[in-house]
């Protein structure tokens, strides 16, 4: 009988090794026993609130040293260079991974819809697997209270553009503007998106087309949008506004436009203006609707400024009120109350100020940031890569039948192809057929 008081000794040389490869690997990922930490990898989907002369490629650049610093984001740095350790270890010898650190990058991170870097508002950012689900905020209802400038157009439809076209404005007031939004911009219609956009033409954009002095190959198609709402919250007679026209971007051009920028800025501040909110679908831009507002009320107009307050479930405090609860306040009282259109489902999450991510220390904005992804994160959980979905439906006997010219679709891909007026092939052509055309004893095939 084997002696039982006695185990035998267990070789534990493949757990040694296995410890080994870890501490190799979280020794060239940075992640020592004192950077590990039982708080959970943050990511998901969240937004801020976008300042005015900022790029959104520039925010996001800024994002990143941000977080990269930051306590709440210091487990998904850890994973992401665990991850990118264990790549590096599969690598041949000789090649590396592309030190996307170097640059400045540290996470990944993307936008649910860019921002022209005169607008300010709402901007959508995805970080880690959240940036896999910003393609549905592209397409989601977006909110924007623009300032219309009337009497002037540019090369860009806004006011940072070149004047190209003045007009009268004696005749324009708040009654005509209203009736105009009523009758012209509500509802489904389609809109020619500006020259300055992202839009390609060919392969290249066509703002750059413009940029280069070039001819588009093709005028922009235009495009269906639709407006759920679209209310005037304000009319400034000239005189009563702040409008200014863009200062020249250095100092050789500020000494040689002086005069024209001069003379431009007394023209902007004798001209009207008015504040709309619209509530509107994807693919519209307010450039264009300024400009063809312009047009509608008999005069030109272009752009002055753009803050987009809500976009999909964010918006920027305090939301703007409906049309429904403002439509009897006078075109000067700008007065809002934090109601929401009645078009959409009211948006729940504030946005965090870019200013207080870049000012303020993380103890300021940790706790809401992590609220929101974490938030997230339980309404999108991560897949499951065992997980398997319960497969192709069986094919329901009641479901109606398709026809085909007239006649009911054949139901084998013989019969299919013969009734498309199509040639067969292999055991289905000529050879592998009876006298009728059918299949061979034993060529049946089953579909």
């Known amino acids: 009988m084997a002696n039982l008081g006695v185990l035998p ?14 501490q190799t690997i979280s020794s060239l990922a940075g992640i020592g026993p004192s950077t590990m930490s039982t ?12 300042p005015t002369t900022k790029t959104t490629p520039q925010i996001l650049l800024d994002l990143q040293s941000i977080f990269a610093s930051s306590t709440i984001f210091a487990p998904l740095l850890n994973d992401i260079r665990r991850k990118r350790a264990e790549q590096e270890s599969h690598q041949p010898a000789g090649q590396k991974l592309k030190d996307e650190e170097r640059d400045g990058r540290f996470f990944k991170l993307g936008h649910g819809g860019t921002l022209d870097p005169m607008a300010s508002g709402v901007l959508i950012v995805g970080i880690g697997r959240g940036t896999k689900h ?3 905020y592209l397409d989601s209802t977006k909110t924007y209270e623009t300032v219309v400038l009337f009497g002037l157009s540019t090369t860009t439809y806004d006011i940072e553009g070149d004047e190209i076209a003045r007009a009268p404005t004696t005749h324009i007031t708040p009654e005509l503007i209203r009736d105009k939004l009523t009758t012209t911009f509500m509802g489904t219609f389609r809109q020619v998106p500006p020259i300055y956009s992202g839009l390609k033409v060919d392969g290249m954009k066509a703002v750059e087309y413009a940029r280069q002095g070039k001819e588009l190959p093709r005028n922009l198609v235009d495009r269906e949008v639709q407006v759920h709402e679209c209310e005037l919250l304000d009319f400034m007679p000239p005189g009563t506004h702040d409008i200014h026209y863009p200062p020249p971007q250095n100092e050789q051009e500020a000494n040689e436009n002086r005069e024209t920028h001069d003379t431009i800025q007394i023209a902007v501040s004798s001209l009207p203006a008015a504040k709309i909110r619209l509530t509107v679908s994807s693919g519209f831009y307010v450039r264009s609707f300024a400009h063809d507002l312009g047009i509608a009320c008999g005069s030109v107009a272009t752009m002055a400024s753009l803050h987009r307050s809500g976009q999909a479930d964010f918006y920027t405090p305090p939301f703007p009120s409906s049309s429904s609860s403002s439509s009897s306040q006078p075109p000067n009282d700008t007065t809002t109350t934090p109601t929401v259109p009645t078009t959409s489902s009211p948006p729940t999450i504030p946005t965090i100020p870019y200013e207080t991510l870049t000012t303020l220390d993380e103890s300021e904005w940790s706790s809401q940031l992590s609220n929101t992804l974490l938030a997230w994160m339980k309404q999108n959980p991560p897949r499951d890569n065992k997980a398997r979905g319960p497969g192709r439906k069986a094919r329901d006997k009641d479901i109606v039948r398709q026809r085909f010219r007239g006649e009911w679709l054949a139901g084998t891909k013989r019969e299919r192809i013969l009734q498309q007026g199509g040639k067969v092939k292999g055991r289905l052509s000529k050879k592998g057929r009876g006298k009728n055309g059918d299949l061979g004893a034993g060529d049946e095939r089953k579909e």
């Open 134 to 136: 910003l393609s549905k």
């Open 39 to 50: 708080e959970p990898i943050l990511e998901g989907v969240f937004a801020i609130s976008k």
């Open 9 to 22: 000794q267990v070789n534990n040389d493949h757990e040694d090794h296995v410890d080994e490869a870890v």
